[in-house]
């Protein structure tokens, strides 16, 4: 398709200006050129060359994915599925693949969770044992930040039984032996997985393209993405080569921050397609894996608060770090008493930097009321995953009996005036972005669980700020709304069109309306219709 057309019949989304109009979309080259009204080229009797008439299909900017990890949802595609698996299922899943690959290749999955199982305990190293004694073994868990892995595996890796314990880690051990029982979590499991052999960089970018190509059939045209600096050089590199076709904000882990430092990055600086967000940080762990950090217990754990990554003055120290050189930071923060350190450390880091971009937490899950105000009076932007709150509403009326009433609080936050963006965390949930707009809005699962309004219902928020904070927030968190985000004359055409309006809909319908088409940078990616010239 020549990059010179017009999209016509289409009803237009605006952040601010919603219509029930029909439109026609002029592309020029990688930029929107008119936009005129259905009526307005009848009455003029206009000719268009080269029109595409989608039939009153829903254009809106490109969809943006705020918070995922790039790579590994990319690699995920080709792991075990273990979602909704419980032991047993687990092992015969990974009997099977062990069958028909040659000894010693890794074998990879993830999804797993205990606390679906009916004992909920944590899993032991002698299951994976028994199927794959000669099959390397590494199982993430659905939140990621807990890692089962076999015997092989360990002694491949040479992980003995006196590794000491990990600071911000938890190491499962057996008994008065302290053998290991093959189970880690957060730091623990982030050394496990740095050891594990890396693909060669030719596999990474295949599994790259394909991941990306997925992206695009769900109408997502810009990610951010946390990974290591190795990861975002990659990035940057096809970017370079314009091999790679998707805008990416990218965040380095804190291992990362001193090469960061001395290459003097900065958050903002851009080259093509990418930009540098910063550095990525985690004040605690997960509710998945019971190690979001809350302030009272988890409730059938009496001496369980969570895990805290950092100490609150080695958190605030790495952020101001970072801001010294102007590098912004975002924080992974999930449980209250987590929550609540980071917007210490950030605040901190906005009275000694006033001026400085970009500062954010993600998650947020559990939030004390008395802190929703701070993310706008420090200008700390949130990213949230409404798909997570589907996913776990049981495990939260199990752990956290007490604050349910503080869990994701959507509409407080967004009265407050705090800026919210959505993200799907992919590879834990897959990135879909009409998904995690049906979630903010009902607050109920498709099959209806809870119930009609949905769950906590006083938090739902409206369709526009729902579909603004994955199209029009991002944008204005990089502060680029004079290039994107909107569908005006001299921006740049990043564009997804829906079957059908999401606001001529039931929300049950939403589920229902697919992306038909995704325009990145002015050239079709993704077409349902496969349309050529």
Not at 34 to 49: A, F, S
Not at 422 to 437: K, Q, R, V
Request: hydrophobic share 35%; net charge negative.
């Amino acid at each position: 398709m020549n990059n010179e057309y017009w999209l016509t019949n289409v009803k237009r989304h605006h952040p601010f200006q919603p219509s029930n109009n029909e439109y026609a979309v002029q592309i020029q080259g990688n930029r929107i050129g008119d936009v005129l009204t259905m009526d307005y080229i009848k009455t003029h009797d206009i000719t268009l060359n080269k029109a595409i008439d989608l039939q009153g299909s829903w254009i809106a900017p490109g969809f943006v994915d705020s918070h995922l990890h790039l790579l590994s949802y990319c690699q995920s595609l080709g792991f075990l599925k273990l979602e909704g698996l419980d032991r047993e299922h687990i092992a015969e899943a990974v009997k099977s693949q062990t069958s028909r690959q040659p000894e010693k290749t890794w074998i990879k999955g993830r999804g797993w969770e205990m606390n679906k199982w009916k004992d909920g305990r944590v899993p032991d190293k002698l299951i994976l044992d028994a199927v794959s004694p000669h099959h390397p073994v590494a199982l993430s868990s659905k939140d990621g930040h807990s890692l089962w892995v076999n015997s092989n595996a360990l002694d491949i890796l040479n992980i003995q039984n006196n590794i000491p314990d990990i600071s911000g880690g938890v190491i499962f051990r057996r008994g008065e032996t302290h053998e290991l029982a093959g189970v880690f979590q957060e730091n623990a499991a982030d050394e496990v997985l740095r050891r594990i052999p890396q693909e060669s960089k030719d596999a990474k970018t295949a599994k790259l393209m394909q991941g990306i190509r997925n992206l695009h059939e769900l109408g997502i045209t810009a990610v951010h993405t946390f990974d290591t600096y190795e990861r975002l050089m990659l990035y940057s590199e096809l970017i370079k080569a314009k091999s790679l076709r998707l805008r990416v904000l990218g965040y380095f882990d804190v291992n990362d921050l001193e090469t960061a430092i001395i290459n003097e990055l900065k958050t903002g600086q851009e080259q093509g397609y990418f930009t540098l967000g910063g550095l990525k940080l985690y004040a605690d762990g997960a509710l998945g894996s019971r190690t979001a950090a809350v302030t009272g217990n988890y409730t059938d754990e009496p001496q369980n608060y969570g895990t805290l990554i950092y100490s609150e003055e080695d958190l605030t120290g790495h952020c101001v770090q970072a801001a010294d050189h102007q590098i912004a930071t975002a924080i992974h923060a999930i449980g209250d008493r987590a929550v609540q350190m980071s917007l210490n450390a950030l605040s901190t880091v906005r009275c000694k930097h006033f001026d400085i971009r970009g500062l954010r937490i993600e998650h947020a899950q559990l939030i004390r009321p008395e802190d929703i105000r701070r993310f706008r009076e420090y200008q700390i932007a949130l990213c949230i995953q409404p798909n997570h709150l589907l996913a776990d509403i049981e495990m939260v009326e199990r752990y956290w009996t007490n604050q349910i009433s503080n869990f994701y609080p959507y509409q407080s936050l967004h009265q407050s005036g705090c800026l919210l963006m959505f993200g799907s965390d992919a590879p834990i949930e897959p990135p879909d972005p009409l998904y995690n707009i049906q979630a903010a809005v009902t607050r109920q699962r498709l099959d209806g669980y809870p119930n009609d309004r949905g769950w906590i219902p006083q938090e739902r928020l409206d369709l526009q700020s729902a579909i603004n904070a994955t199209v029009w927030h991002p944008v204005l968190f990089e502060r680029k709304q004079n290039r994107r985000g909107t569908i005006e004359k001299g921006k740049l055409a990043d564009l997804v069109v829906l079957s059908g309006s999401p606001f001529d809909c039931n929300f049950r319908e939403l589920r229902e309306i697919k992306p038909v088409m995704t325009i990145m940078d002015g050239q079709i990616v993704f077409d349902r219709d496969s349309r050529s010239d």
